[in-house]
Every structure is written in structure tokens, then in C-alpha cells.
């Protein structure tokens, strides 16, 4: 009976320690981490209630700092962890778009990312015909992303490219100056 009592527990440990090795393996930067409404600063959500009143839907994201942020576009969704946010993105539909409005947690609007079916300004389309990557397939979805400043208003197209295995994202200018390529894989 002793033998039977020590077999489970041991198992019972064994299991145990097992799950949180695995669990412990598991990428927190690349996992969705959705943030009640309750947990979003008030600023925040203030400052997108008065933009955007009549959106109902809104899938709040909240994301850590970033070491690299120099430039407004080096924000990175994909960036994610379980530390307390510095960032809040709220996802929604406005209209016909599917935009996300990122804030810092002083409520700050940082910048307005629309994803986009269409085509590009002719001057992003020369500059994809006619450059670096002009035998790379061209992702069917875009995003515009629009720096919401007073000093320096901007709007960046983002396009992903894939050649093979390879993927990066390239960051245009709406007169088709190509201001980053970031390789993602």
C-alpha cells in the first residue's frame, strides 16, 4: 500500500513538473494578450471615446515597452509579454476599415494602423517594380500607418514581401521612399 502512495505521488510530481517545464517553454512574446476594458487607463479610454464614439466592438490589446522605439514605426504588435502595459491598442471597425488606434498609457495617440486591400500610390508601386524586391511576391493585404503628431504628421505604407522562406516588411513614404526594411524571417 506504502509502494501504491509513493507510485502516485511521485507520478502526481513528475506530471506536475513536467506541465511547468512545458508551460515555462512557452513564447509569451508572440501571444495575444487582450485586456478588459476595466484595466485600460482612463485617459486612454477617454481619448478614444471622444475620436471614435460611435465604435461599439473594441478589442483592447495591451503590450509592453519596447527597447528599440526610436521611431514611431518600430512598434512592434507582435511584441508581447505578461509585464504591465505601456501600450494600448484598441482594435476595431470604423465604417468600412479595420483600423487599430495605439496609445500610450498616458493616453497619448501614438498612431492609427488601417489595413488595407488596395492597391498602393503609384509611386510605391514604381519603387516595388523597379527595386531590391521586384521578384518578391507582394502580400495582398497592406497597412497605412498614419503618426498622429502635430509636428510631424506622417502616413507610412507597410508592405510585406516574401521570396522563398524569406519575409520582411517595408515601411514607404507616399512618395515611394522606401524608410525601413525589416527582416522578419
Given at each position: ?68 522605439n ?55 508601386s ?18 497605412v ?27 514607404y ?13
Amino acid at each position: 500500500m506504502k509502494n501504491k502512495i509513493l507510485k502516485v505521488f511521485a507520478i502526481t510530481v513528475m506530471s506536475f513538473a513536467f506541465t511547468t517545464i512545458l508551460y515555462g517553454q512557452r513564447n509569451t512574446k508572440t501571444e495575444d494578450r487582450t485586456v478588459t476594458q476595466s484595466r485600460i487607463p482612463n485617459l486612454v479610454n477617454q481619448n478614444f471615446v471622444n475620436e471614435y464614439p460611435s465604435v461599439v466592438n473594441v478589442v483592447w490589446r495591451g503590450y509592453p515597452k519596447q527597447a528599440n522605439n526610436a521611431e514611431w514605426y518600430e512598434y512592434n504588435p507582435s511584441m508581447q509579454s505578461s509585464r504591465s502595459s505601456e501600450y494600448y491598442i484598441a482594435e476595431f471597425t470604423d465604417a468600412k476599415s479595420h483600423l487599430k488606434a495605439v496609445y500610450s498609457k498616458d493616453g497619448k495617440k501614438i498612431s492609427v494602423r488601417e489595413m488595407v486591400n488596395s492597391d498602393v500610390p503609384d509611386p510605391i508601386s514604381y519603387a516595388l517594380r523597379n527595386g531590391d524586391y521586384s521578384d518578391w511576391k507582394i502580400a495582398r493585404e497592406k497597412e497605412v500607418i498614419y503618426r498622429d503628431t502635430t509636428m510631424k504628421p506622417m502616413k507610412v505604407y507597410k508592405i510585406k514581401v516574401k521570396k522563398g522562406a524569406s519575409e520582411r516588411e517595408l515601411f514607404y513614404s507616399t512618395d515611394g521612399e522606401l524608410l525601413k526594411d525589416r527582416v522578419i524571417k
